[in-house]
């Protein structure tokens, strides 16, 4: 789990807790952070911010999959931007999920995402945006 934000990071520890198959393995509070971890830590999944200090989510993201291609990315991000959420997906994520419905969407999208599925939060100004089309 990548977020900067320590209390944020612990609520969605609480919101991931709902599912017990689920396990925090590490966390990072900034790009360069989870760069290195993943890279130790092999998750099936990452939870990663965008906005994030030192490298933005999305470079964060780039590096991991260059050195991973299959790695599992979910952005959890207030970032609501049309061209970002594509970005998202256009880099290589799996999922996107907004910080404003994280309560009822992030176990779903981890879900979606663990099963090979893609996954994007609802209420976000992309119609007819199909992430299964525009994946590297």
Known sequence: MVEDFEPYRTLVASLLSENPALQIIGEA????????KARHLRPDLILMDIG?????????????????????????T???????????????????VTKQQAKTELL???TAVLEGKRFVSSG?????????????
């Open 108 to 110: 779903p999208a981890v």
């Open 29 to 36: 509070s900034d790009g360069l952070e989870v760069v290195e």
């Open 52 to 76: 994030l200090p030192k490298l933005n989510g999305l470079d964060a993201a780039t590096r991991l999959l260059d050195f991973n291609p299959s790695e599992k990315i979910v952005f959890l």
């Open 78 to 96: 207030q970032e609501t931007d049309a061209d970002v959420v594509r970005e998202s997906f256009r880099i290589g994520g799996w999922g996107y």
């Open 124 to 136: 976000l100004p992309i119609d007819g945006f199909d992430p299964n089309k525009i994946f590297k």
